[in-house]
């Protein structure tokens, strides 16, 4: 079956760190680009981080950079966002993303919720 799974939000505290997992199956995940897009209660999606399918190249959200950090590695399939220095505003579902044969693929998301 093709599809992202994402796992690793929960609750943290402000200041704090998580890391995020996106797992792959049912596509050579080493040839895709992958994104990690969030959105918040109430807004629309918002781009987060990029991932070539080397993992050479990276961008970041103005909002993220500095602190957000994203990796993969092929051999397990999975891409990552490490996650630290969270703020309130970091509060909202992530998902996964790629392009796969013309069709936008997503996970179904994993929640961080940043809160004391």
């Known amino acids: 079956q093709v599809q992202l799974v994402e796992s690793g939000g929960g609750l943290v505290q402000p200041g704090g760190s998580l890391r995020l997992s996106c797992a792959a199956s049912?596509?050579?995940?080493?040839?895709?680009?992958i994104n990690w897009v969030r959105q918040a209660p109430g807004k629309g999606p918002e781009w987060v981080s990029t991932?070539?399918?080397?993992?050479?190249?990276?961008t970041y959200a103005d909002s993220v950079k500095g602190r957000f950090t994203i990796s993969r590695d092929n051999v397990k399939r999975t891409a990552f966002l490490q996650m630290n220095s969270l703020k309130s505003e970091d509060t909202a579902l992530y998902y996964c993303?790629?392009?796969?044969?013309?069709?936008?693929?997503r996970g179904q998301g994993t929640q961080v919720t940043v809160s004391s």
């Open positions: 993303d790629t392009i796969f044969r013309g069709r936008r693929l």
């Open positions: 991932v070539s399918w080397v993992g050479d190249r990276t």
């Open positions: 049912g596509f050579n995940f080493s040839t895709q680009t």
